[in-house]
């Protein structure tokens, strides 16, 4: 049984900070790129932030700076560390393991940044 929970989502004002934690089990975790998408309401979902088999990070233009990804594979965890959050950054974020064409999603973990 595959699994990705989600953890640290929760309610921040602008300019706050928030970091996400996700804890896989059912895969050998090494193997897998590992990834944060959100998901915005009446959006599509869009990457966030990925890191590699072999630890090289990418970050979606909008949250470039503001997002450090890492991987932790002895743990089997990937955690997104964000700050200076903006309104636009509200979204449910989804983890994500992928291998080839192979992947698999945690249940998302809400994120709301108010004014």
């Known amino acids: 049984q595959v699994r990705l929970v989600e953890s640290g989502g929760g309610l921040v004002h602008p300019g706050g900070s928030l970091t996400l934690s996700c804890a896989a089990s059912?895969?050998?975790?090494?193997?897998?790129?590992m990834g944060w998408y959100r998901q915005a309401p009446g959006k599509q979902r869009e990457l966030v932030a990925d890191?590699?088999?072999?630890?090289?990070?990418n970050y979606a233009d909008s949250v470039k700076g503001r997002v450090t990804i890492s991987r932790d594979n002895p743990e089997n965890t990937v955690t997104l560390q964000m700050n200076s959050l903006k309104p636009e950054d509200t979204a449910v974020y989804y983890c994500?393991?992928?291998?080839?064409?192979?992947?698999?999603w945690g249940q998302g973990t809400q994120v709301t940044v108010y004014s």
């Open positions: 994500n393991a992928a291998l080839g064409s192979v992947n698999f």
């Open positions: 059912g895969i050998i975790f090494s193997y897998y790129g």
């Open positions: 890191i590699s088999r072999a630890g090289v990070s």
